[in-house]
């Protein structure tokens, strides 16, 4: 593999796990707080065509990335009203999240269906995006790719360092004690459930405006599902999610370039190879005993109903 | 007995407050649905005074005391924080007047560590770190020992509990609840809890102190307000009381001493430990190190320690939860079962109950009878349905109603879910269901943990007629009043070693507190173990 092409698959590495980064990270926090928001992927798929619709109307891509995130946490409101206030159950809830938001997105996007996208820049830093190789990849990306590896460190401080992510965990772990404590466990679940949305409309956005910017019907393609998977693998740890995101950006992008150079493994093993491998990664990561109980929150997906 | 019996007298008051009391509950009335937990309910507490507030399970204490922490609202009736009427909206509110609260279920988050379950309930914390030495400041001035690094899942009942009062310390309150703070404490360690009450209350601090154990009311408590099924029949001064009338008031009836079995039988051997090791499973557990033990038929075995010195280890090791590898380390009627499961000890005629009735001894949302289903075999008799496996479910309930009449199980509807059982009721049904099955070994964790003093007696006459029938019962406890009640022989266990067995005639509360004293290092507690095997050459 000579430079240029070696050069070529990490920059769509990067492309591919950002998205998957991105969302997970939201449902992350989400989890933390006790809520299973199977929604992901509607909140997604909305995202993705909110993003598209705004940037091509405005004309600027940044706008998109604010509506994307905008529609992502809007989708999550019903579900907080229905699994928050009203109690419902929260995996029947997030399913129907999803196919709301796989409906939705249909319908909102029928008129652009087919029509070139505004494409999200990559930054150019005069100098250091010029140095050979390392430059693109680590100064020439586009400020979404920043912003999820930022968030992924300001996620992992709020959750481990702050006392704001202290009372989080807390309500996540038992919302009981943390309501005899005083904390608003609604109040607090209410935060995680729309900065999840917001993640994951994040996620979606960056699909249709840098990753492949047109929109295409269900374009999400299960990548809702996988960040989910990633979440409940990676333990609930932001440092292990960004090497879970990244692992599964890299098989899969590398199982296309195998493909493409005619190599004779089936498809069908190729294309099922990210999921083994990260999996594989993040259980052998995981088996350190003791911390794993620890790190799941054990309220999640269930109801906080307070005392009378 | 003195002091006024009616609640009506002091109802007559009126709802107005008065600046003598700290805090002041008038005729509170808290229903639940049709249900009425607290009616018309009068207390009020002055400052630095230690207050008992008494009651049998179910006499609605914790429902009152709920409403003072303002984590439920009371349907009618004024609550007054120092002569001002005072609504507590909620447990922010009741914190900012200066309540502090340690819980009977612990409000603790078990994923957390000591430091961040602490830092969690104070409104102030700047950095972890200072909230750290703070920590360990006021668990060494008040003799709580805590590793405030430590994860909650990993600690003790007891270790627990400690959290929870360093917690309210810190917060430096003016009137501290307390639900039961010494059940889970060693001698030395109540009466270190104890100065350190006395001393808040001479600070000014006023106490709610709920207990179950009289004595202890007696000694520490200036005054005592008694609750049965939800209304208040006397304030007395403890002091002016003796213990048999406390529990007279509380009960409304007399509470039957244990009938002692006549004589001890030396019987065969029901249940033998070798040498048995079993390694620490977390990074705070403790590993059990050549803990040997011979139970025989018609004794009771009592074993003594501080809460988290290897008692869960010792209970999952002889239960089969965590089966070991050489099988000859455990033997159930000479039969070697260490490597066996729970389920296979049980066929040899075992029994065990857990110390947490929730979750380990009962299913928490399964009905009773379905919790029968676990621990029992109630498949169908006739060959072609047992072959299929079909439960046989009217024998179920058929057992969940003689248990829940042997035992007294005061319950809702006929046959609830194990959740919706108070802790007490709920504990003499899991002890029922084992007993119900006349097992020739029982082990037992904690059999009356947050029991009342009715429940409790009828818990341990149980426990004593069982082994009077001839089977061997070993009881873990932490409680030291109902080992020397019943146990023929006690030995201790500390840091996962266990003592030879001693006659429990022979055993005072000074040497067993020596001997558990290995807990906290030191050759004192050898000297103390070395002197006390000098001074009983009968020992095992």
Partial sequence: MDQAALLAVLLTIVTASTPLLLAALGELVTERAGVLNLGVEG??????????????????PYLGIVASALAGALLAVPFGVLTLNLVANQVATGLALTLLGLGLSGLIGERFVGQPGVRLTKLHIPGLSDIPFVGPIVFGQDVLVYLSLVLAVAVSWLIFRSRAGLILRAVGDNHASAHALGYSVIRVRWAAVLFGGALAGLGGGYLSLAYTPQWIENMTAGRGWIALA??????????????????????TILGFFVQGLGVGVPAQLLSSLPYIVTIAALVVISTRRGRARADTPACLGQPFVPDR | MS???????????????????????????????????????????????????????????????KMLYGSLQPTAGRIFWKGEPVVVTDPGRA?????????????????????????????????????????????????????????????????????????????????????????????????????????????????????????????????????????????????????????????????????????????????????????????????????????????????????????????????????????????????????????????????????????????????????????RDTIFTDAMRRLLGFLDFARADATAARVSTAYDVRKGKPDPEARSLSGGNLQKFVVGRELDRKPQVLVVNQPTWGVDAGAAALIRQALVDLAADGAGVLVISQDLDEIFEIADRVAVISRGHLSPGYDAHVMTLEKVGLLMGGAHGGSEAIEGALKLREADGRAY
């Avoid at chain 2, 009335?29 to 049998?56: Q, S």
Wanted: with cysteine.
């Fill in chain 2, 3 to 65: 002091g006024s019996e009616t609640a009506g007298a002091a109802a007559a008051t009126g709802a107005t407050g008065t600046a003598e009391f700290l805090v002041e509950a008038r005729g509170i009335v808290k229903r639940f649905g049709t249900f009425t937990a607290n009616d018309h309910v009068d207390l009020a507490i002055r400052p630095g005074e230690i207050h008992a507030l008494l009651g049998e399970n179910g006499a609605g204490k914790s429902t009152l005391v």
């Fill in chain 1, 43 to 60: 909140m997604m798929v909305m995202g993705a065509v909110a993003g598209f619709a705004v940037a091509l109307t405005t004309g600027s």
């Fill in chain 1, 230 to 251: 990633l979440v409940v693998f990676s333990s609930w740890l932001p440092g292990r999610l960004v090497i879970g995101a990244y692992l599964f950006g890299a098989v």
């Fill in chain 2, 95 to 375: 914190r900012d007047f200066g309540i502090g609260m340690v819980f009977q279920h612990f409000s603790l988050f078990e994923a957390l560590t000591v430091t961040e379950n602490i830092a969690l309930a104070l409104s102030n914390v700047a950095d972890t770190g200072a909230l750290a030495t703070r920590i360990a400041t006021v668990s060494k001035d008040y003799g709580l020992p805590l590793e405030s690094r430590a994860t909650v899942a990993d600690l003790s009942v007891g270790e627990r509990q400690r959290i929870e009062i360093v917690r309210c310390l810190l917060q430096e309150p003016k009137l501290l609840i307390m639900d039961e703070p010494t059940a889970v404490l060693t001698p030395q360690e109540a009466d270190q809890l104890f100065l350190t009450l006395e001393r808040l209350a001479s600070e000014g601090c006023a106490v709610l102190y709920i207990s179950h154990r009289l004595e202890e009311v007696k000694r520490l408590c200036h005054a005592a307000t008694i609750l049965r099924h939800g209304k208040v029949v006397a304030e007395v001064d403890p002091k002016q009381e003796t213990a048999a009338s406390l529990a007279r008031l509380m009960v409304g009836a007399d509470i039957h001493a244990i009938r002692p079995k006549h004589a001890r039988i030396a019987g065969p051997t029901r249940l033998l430990v070798d040498r048995l090791d079993l390694p620490a499973n977390g990074p705070f557990a403790v590993a059990l190190d050549q803990v040997s033990l011979e139970l025989r038929a018609g004794e009771i075995l009592a074993i003594a320690g501080v809460a988290g010195n290897g008692q869960s280890e010792l209970f999952d090791a002889l239960s089969g939860e965590r089966p070991v590898s050489r099988s000859g380390a455990v033997a159930i009627e000479g039969t070697a079962c260490g490597h066996l499961g729970v389920a296979a000890r049980r066929e040899l005629g075992a029994a065990f109950v857990p110390e947490e009735r929730l979750g380990h001894g009962a299913v928490p949302a399964f009905r009773l009878s379905e919790n029968v289903v676990l621990t």
